[in-house]
């Protein structure tokens, strides 16, 4: 009979005092507690503790929730592992070997390097610290009380996580989705282990926030003329709530697109990676090539991450190792300093276009969505959010819907053109200082080739024609 969870409180020292083998599940985030992080912390000890100067026997402080799953006689930190790491550390580093660490009471370890490297640092900044309360530590750690819950089953665990909302550094939707689809695996440690490490190797400076909230949430969601800027709860709903359960963990449906014209599914092996089987053939396949498509349905677990890799690689053989020369000329010297807005449609539009057709008249797509942009960039004194909604809401159609259902790049190409006001580069004349004068002067440099004696934007849809056919 399954046990029920444990749920208490109880204080610091309690809760160290309990000897105890810890672990930190591969699917958890690194220990990323920052200088300024343990400053905040000795802070908030001393202005609750230290009254007149002196430490006194006041009230306890409440440090929030401590989320254990006991296994083996282990527990898995599900939730606290900020929080305990930080205080395990500061204990170590004012009380040496009086400290719990250095009495054997806990054992804790960590496999991410960026952990042990942070660890390393906090340990030298405590130990240089010269706050009144290092002499005071273990009487305030049995004044800091938490709430204990220690569950016997992971999913149970998870359902608690999933509805706190505790004091440490706040989760960002990736960290929700890691955790979410890794539990989807089914206790797979291989495959977890798999993913895991990708996933962070991949989200280093948290890069997969970019991915998922400025190119696969808006993509998908940006339909028709109902748009609106998704925020944490809008992106976990997309890429948790509504995703569909796999026949089995490694094994992932495919939909018809130019990436696939002739599998029903792929596999994935741990050891020897994606495997793509069309009748019994088996193909080899780089991240960027998975036959996936941006807003087909995207299954739980091992289709979640392979769907994230293929798309954090296009971002960056496109955005960041710049494959595509001529890609990269025309973003580099176009939207050098002109939107950031701007920029991250330009960048949504082309990752959009390339997952329909891949580099075929890449450049020519650049070059007249970038038209598009330029128009309102020069009718427009300020840039805001709002303007990329206005784009996609207030045309016929919106651009998005249309690359994904054309079926020739020049149906794309004749729309863009087609919604263009021409007459908003008659105000270029209003671009005397600014971005606006920026954003010209980057025009003029781009197509200075084909510009003859032209300096006005009024040229530009011939520039860009001169600039394709002398490709």
């Not at 006194?56 to 790491?85: A, H, P």
């Not at 091992?302 to 494959?323: C, P």
């Not at 105000?427 to 005397?432: G, P, R, S």
């Amino acid at each position: 009979m399954k046990r029920q969870p444990l749920v208490g409180t109880c204080t610091i020292t309690d809760f160290f005092e309990n000897s105890q083998e810890a672990i930190i599940p591969d699917y958890q985030r690194p220990y990323v507690w920052n200088e300024e992080k343990l400053e905040q912390l000795i802070e908030d000890l001393e202005a609750h503790f230290l009254v007149e100067n002196t430490f006194d026997d006041i009230s306890n402080y409440y440090l929030g929730t401590i989320l254990v799953c006991e296994k083996d006689n282990q527990y898995e930190i599900i939730d606290g592992q900020q929080r305990i790491t930080t205080l395990l550390l500061l204990d170590y580093a004012w009380r040496k070997d009086e400290s719990i660490l250095s009495q054997g009471k806990w054992k804790l370890s960590y496999k991410s390097l960026l952990s042990k490297k942070t660890i390393r640092n906090n340990v030298k900044v405590l130990e240089s610290s010269s706050s009144k309360a290092r002499n005071k530590i273990e009487f305030i750690f049995s004044k800091l009380v938490i709430t204990l819950i220690i569950t016997t089953s992971e999913d149970e665990a998870f359902t608690f996580f999933d509805s706190q909302n505790n004091r440490g550094v706040s989760l960002s939707p990736v960290d929700f989705l890691k955790s979410y689809h890794l539990r989807a695996l089914g206790g797979k440690k291989d495959l977890q282990r798999t993913f895991a490490t990708q996933w962070d190797s991949n989200n280093c400076g948290q890069f997969l926030n970019i991915i998922f909230s400025h190119i696969l949430w808006r993509n998908r969601n940006w339909k028709g003329k109902s748009l609106w800027y998704g925020d944490k709860d809008a992106i976990l709903k997309t890429f948790q709530k509504q995703t569909i359960k796999s026949i089995e963990n490694n094994s992932v449906t495919l939909y018809p697109n130019a990436f696939n014209a002739l599998s029903s599914h792929l596999e994935f092996d741990s050891q020897t990676g994606v495997s793509i089987q069309p009748n019994r053939l088996n193909l080899q396949t780089r991240s960027e090539d998975y036959p996936f498509a941006i807003r087909q349905p995207v299954e739980k677990g091992t289709g979640f991450f392979l769907y994230t890799e293929k798309y954090h690689a296009i971002y960056t053989i496109l955005f960041k190792e710049f494959r595509f020369n001529e890609l990269e000329k025309c973003y580099k010297e176009l939207y050098n300093d002109v939107s950031r807005y701007l920029r991250m449609f330009f960048e949504l539009a082309v990752i959009s276009y390339y997952d329909k057709y891949k580099d075929y008249k890449l450049l020519e797509f650049a070059l007249w969505l970038d038209y598009l942009l330029g128009s309102y960039r020069i009718n427009q004194h300020s840039i805001v959010a709002q303007t990329i909604i206005k784009i996609l809401r207030d045309n016929r159609q919106n651009l998005l819907d249309v690359i994904e259902m054309s079926y020739r790049p020049e149906t794309v190409f004749e729309f863009i053109q087609s919604i263009t006001d021409d007459s908003f580069y008659t105000n270029e004349d209003k671009a005397t200082g600014g971005v606006r004068k920026q954003y010209k002067e980057n025009n003029l440099t781009y197509y200075n080739e084909v510009t003859g004696n032209e300096n006005s934007l009024t040229n530009k849809k011939k520039w860009i024609n001169a600039k394709l056919t002398q490709k």
